[in-house]
């Protein structure tokens, strides 16, 4: 039996809601997350792997129900940073 990663819903059933598309503008703190891993992505001490990684290394209920930044700022929080 495969076990699947709380990340991965790929070919999941659906909750039939339907998807919401709004475009909105992004809150500050949002801002400043994306702004932080350009600034560790530049100085080489975080690239997309290891933010992926440490994403898909959130527990499930993190998963679940942080928003899409607050995965990231919670992927930061457990990275080891490192030379790249």
Known sequence: MH???PHDVGGAPDDGAPLCRDERALDLWEKQTDALF???????LMNVDALRRAVESLEPEATASLPYYGKWA???SRSPLSST
């Open 3 to 5: 076990l699947v990663d």
């Open 38 to 44: 350009g600034l560790l992505a530049a100085k080489k």
């Open 74 to 76: 919670g992927a930061y």
